[in-house]
């Protein structure tokens, strides 16, 4: 008898540490979320910066700080879904992914039109991120049926 009188105690001393764990891993993604904002806000301070100041080299710099930006704001809805206690899903990750390809792909392709890479390397890379790009979006093909059949 006295071993069921405990078990209200420890359900009850486990919902709170749950409902405390729950309230701090909110206060841990808030601040997550806020520091990205605050670094995307840095990043477009600076691609701002950087167009007002115009030079030769710039432009792959905007482009540069841009798209990075957009992958750090995928991040920033990543933490959102959490926040919000959404289903976990892989398409924000390859989303960033092939951002981050098309992006490498860019500034390889500027570095090139300005000579500043030689042609073999540049058509390596170019290459590279064009595969990379190719493999995620099969992923993502492949994870959305797969994510269907569960589904149903």
Not at 17 to 38: K, M, P, Q, T
Not at 69 to 75: C, G, N, P, V, Y
Request: glycine letters at 6%.
């Amino acid at each position: 008898m006295a071993e069921r009188d405990d078990e209200p105690k420890v359900k009850s001393f486990s919902a709170s540490a749950n409902r405390f764990l729950v309230i701090l891993d909110d206060i841990i993604l808030i601040a997550v979320a806020a520091g990205i904002i605050g670094v995307a806000c840095l990043l477009l301070a600076e691609a701002i910066s950087d167009f007002v100041f115009f030079n030769k080299h710039s432009i792959s710099h905007i482009i540069s700080d841009l798209m990075f930006i957009l992958i750090i704001m995928e991040l920033f809805r990543q933490v959102m879904r959490q926040i919000n206690r959404h289903k976990f899903s892989l398409n924000p990750f390859i989303y960033i992914g092939v951002i981050a390809s098309i992006r490498g792909q860019l500034l390889t392709q500027m570095k090139l039109g300005m000579g500043e890479v030689e042609w073999k390397e540049a058509a390596i890379q170019l290459g590279i991120h064009a595969v990379i790009v190719l493999i995620l979006i099969a992923g993502l093909y492949i994870y959305s049926k797969c994510v269907l059949i569960t589904d149903e």
